[in-house]
Structure formats: C-alpha cells, structure tokens
C-alpha cells in the first residue's frame, strides 16, 4: 500500500521540475528560444510573401495566356466550315458568356449564326409538371404533325425543341416560331433570333451542381436530376436522328471525369456521331467547341478535352480544314454535272397544253 511519504516526494518532485524550468526559462534559455521563435516566425513571413509574390505572378500569366487564347481563336477555326447554319442552345443563364463567344466563333469559322436558345428551369423542374403537359397538349393539338418522343414530359418537350430546329417538310418558318412560343409561355425555353431550321446545333450545358435546389426534399432533387438528364439526351438523340451535326460542351468532375450530357454522349452510340467537351468553361473551350462541331460536320466526331474519358485534347484543325475543302469540291463537282435550272426542273414534266381546258 502506497503511504503518504511516496505522495509528499512526487509532490516535491513535480515542484522542483516547475520551479527549474522558470528559471532556466527566464534565465539562460530565454534568449535562445526567443531568437530561435523570432526567426522561425521571420522566415515564415518571408515565404509568406514569396509564396504570394508567385500567385500574383501565375495569375497574371494564366490572364495573358488567356487573353492569347481568345484573341487566337478566330485565326485557329478560320476555313473549318462552309456556311452551315449553326443554332446555339445553352441550358442554364451562367454560359451566356461562353454561348456568345461560340457563335461569333462560328462566324469567323465560315458557318452562320442562327438562333440562340436558352432551355428553362419548366423542362425538368418536377413542379411544372402542369406547365409541360399544358404545353404539350397544345402543341399536338394544333400541329398534330409533331410527333414528341420519349415516356416523360421533358423527353417529349426537349423532342419538340429539336424539331423546331431540325429540317423538316412538316413545319415551316411560322409554325416554328408559334410552338417556340408556346414553349416559351410554359417555361421552356427562351428564344433569341429568328426560328428556322439549321444544319448544325452547339449544346453548352453548365455543370451539375448548378442546378441544385436547396429547398429540394432528396425526392424532388433526385426527379429534378432524372428529367434534366433525359431532357438533355432526349434533345441530341433527336437531332441525331433528323441528320442534324452536333456538339456538346460541359465540365468534369474534380475526379477527371466528364460529367451530365457529355457523359452520357461519350458512354453510348452517340459517341460516334456526336463531337463532345469537357472543358467548356476554360479560355479555350468556345474555339474548342466550335472546332469539335466543324469536325462532327466532316464526320470526324470526337471526345475532346482532359477527361478520363477523352481521346485527345484538341480536334485537328488543320486536317478538319482539309476535310472541308475536299467536301465542298465533291459537292461543287456533283452540282456542276447538272446544273439546277428551271429548264432541268420541266425537261421531264409533260409537255404543256397553253393553259387550255
């Protein structure tokens, strides 16, 4: 049993220990350790200021390279398409920037500019259940020519935004533009520029934490996900199939990843017809975009970007460039064996009787 004498000396002890660690603190290792703690906290201060010294250095070289990048990309797409008519549609309001660098892109690359589109926050909010069907009960009542694709209402709602844009002997000019106006009152989509129809489509898709909602129950997010999804990849299946060249454009994940429609794209037969991004938000991902959408046109597809599921960088512009001038001239040569005349147009027709009755 432990007595009182073993508890007085660790007491002692422990006493001793404190009374020589002040004076020796205060004493001959005060200096030493104060200088050694000043310097610690000096040199700290030093890196410190270099290490921001080279952010502000890095900084301002990624601001020029950037600026080089957007400056050169006009040069870099010029003579890749051939007046092909190019609508833009964007899914969410952050990509405007990004959307109209594309399109003056397009213009430098020899296609034209067509409508601009913004889908809405209506194609696949679960909310606007009502709104979609309102929308897509009027649209086959008065066009019943439209027939919409898919098992939900944003699958058949997106069909029709591709049909609106996709040639077609069913829909001319005007009917277009009054469905994209009863897409529009509904929510659906916003509409910038005359609706016609175009030979090519650039989808710009923003990432998918932008579409949260906060107020979301984990149901109403995971339906919210599910129609945004199948909306998108009801849009480009569609286009797809009405012979309409395409490119997507997205992000990917912080795990090197492709991520929404691009993913999608590249995980299916899509892959093959359809040009994909996923470095859309950086400098170069306009010129990128539009260089993979000139490749889609010469049936050069591709999966660009730095994703784990990309096949190179960058599309060729040189040999896409190549590509186009050798189809222009095959094209220039087939119409140069029969010229398009009214007199080819009637030299088979029966011969005319004047009018006569």
């Given at each position: 049993?432990?007595?009182?004498?073993?508890h007085?000396?660790?007491?002692?002890?422990?006493?001793?220990?404190?009374?020589?660690?002040?004076?020796?603190?205060?004493?001959?290792?005060?200096?030493?350790?104060?200088?050694?703690?000043t310097?610690?906290?000096?040199?700290?201060?030093?890196?410190r200021?270099?290490m921001?010294?080279?952010?502000?250095a890095?900084t301002?070289?990624?601001?020029?390279?950037?600026?080089?990048?957007?400056s050169?990309g006009?040069?870099l797409?010029?003579?890749?398409?051939?007046?092909?008519?190019?609508?833009?549609?964007t899914?969410?309001?952050?990509?405007?920037?990004?959307?109209?660098?594309?399109?003056?892109?397009?213009?430098a690359?020899?296609?034209?500019?067509?409508?601009?589109?913004?889908?809405g926050?209506?194609?696949?909010d679960?909310?606007?259940e009502?709104?979609?069907?309102?929308?897509?009960?009027?649209?086959?009542?008065?066009?019943?020519?439209?027939?919409?694709?898919?098992?939900?209402?944003s699958?058949?709602?997106?069909?029709?935004?591709?049909?609106?844009?996709?040639?077609?002997?069913?829909?001319?000019?005007?009917a277009?533009?009054?469905?994209?106006?009863?897409l529009s009152?509904?929510?659906?989509?916003?509409?910038?520029?005359?609706?016609?129809?175009?030979?090519?489509?650039?989808?710009?898709?923003?990432?998918e934490?932008?579409?949260?909602?906060?107020?979301?129950?984990?149901?109403s997010?995971?339906?919210?996900a599910?129609n945004?999804?199948?909306?998108?990849?009801?849009?480009?299946?569609?286009?797809?199939r009405?012979?309409?060249?395409?490119?997507?454009?997205?992000?990917?994940?912080?795990?090197?990843?492709?991520?929404?429609?691009?993913?999608?794209?590249r995980s299916?037969?899509?892959?093959d017809?359809?040009?994909?991004i996923?470095?859309?938000?950086?400098a170069?991902?306009?010129?990128?975009?539009t260089?993979?959408l000139?490749?889609?046109?010469?049936?050069?597809?591709g999966?660009?970007?730095s994703?784990?599921?990309?096949?190179?960088?960058?599309?060729?512009?040189?040999a896409?460039?190549e590509?186009?001038k050798?189809?222009?001239?095959?094209?220039?040569?087939?119409?140069?064996?029969?010229?398009?005349?009214?007199?080819?147009?009637?030299?088979?027709?029966?011969?005319?009787?004047?009018?006569?009755?």
């Amino acid at each position: 049993m432990i007595d009182f004498r073993y508890h007085l000396v660790s007491l002692v002890a422990v006493f001793l220990a404190l009374a020589i660690g002040i004076v020796l603190g205060a004493g001959p290792l005060r200096d030493g350790v104060g200088q050694t703690l000043t310097a610690q906290v000096e040199q700290l201060r030093v890196e410190r200021d270099e290490m921001r010294a080279s952010n502000d250095a890095l900084t301002a070289e990624n601001d020029d390279l950037e600026g080089f990048v957007e400056s050169s990309g006009a040069g870099l797409v010029t003579n890749t398409m051939r007046g092909e008519k190019v609508a833009t549609i964007t899914d969410h309001s952050s990509l405007r920037k990004e959307a109209e660098a594309t399109r003056a892109l397009v213009d430098a690359a020899g296609g034209e500019s067509g409508p601009r589109i913004e889908l809405g926050q209506a194609l696949w909010d679960p909310a606007a259940e009502g709104e979609r069907r309102s929308a897509l009960a009027t649209i086959t009542k008065t066009w019943p020519g439209v027939k919409p694709r898919g098992a939900s209402t944003s699958e058949m709602l997106a069909s029709i935004v591709a049909r609106i844009l996709a040639p077609s002997e069913d829909l001319d000019d005007a009917a277009r533009l009054e469905i994209a106006k009863v897409l529009s009152a509904s929510g659906v989509l916003t509409l910038e520029g005359d609706i016609s129809a175009v030979d090519s489509v650039l989808l710009l898709s923003g990432e998918e934490s932008l579409f949260a909602v906060t107020s979301d129950s984990p149901d109403s997010a995971s339906k919210r996900a599910d129609n945004l999804q199948k909306a998108r990849l009801s849009l480009v299946t569609t286009l797809d199939r009405r012979g309409v060249s395409m490119a997507v454009g997205g992000s990917s994940t912080a795990r090197g990843s492709s991520e929404g429609i691009v993913s999608d794209v590249r995980s299916g037969d899509l892959r093959d017809r359809v040009a994909s991004i996923d470095m859309l938000t950086y400098a170069s991902g306009p010129a990128t975009l539009t260089l993979a959408l000139a490749a889609a046109q010469v049936d050069m597809p591709g999966a660009f970007g730095s994703a784990s599921d990309a096949e190179t960088l960058t599309p060729d512009a040189a040999a896409i460039r190549e590509a186009s001038k050798t189809m222009a001239e095959e094209k220039g040569d087939e119409d140069s064996r029969e010229p398009h005349t009214e007199a080819n147009e009637n030299e088979d027709a029966p011969a005319s009787d004047g009018g006569g009755q």
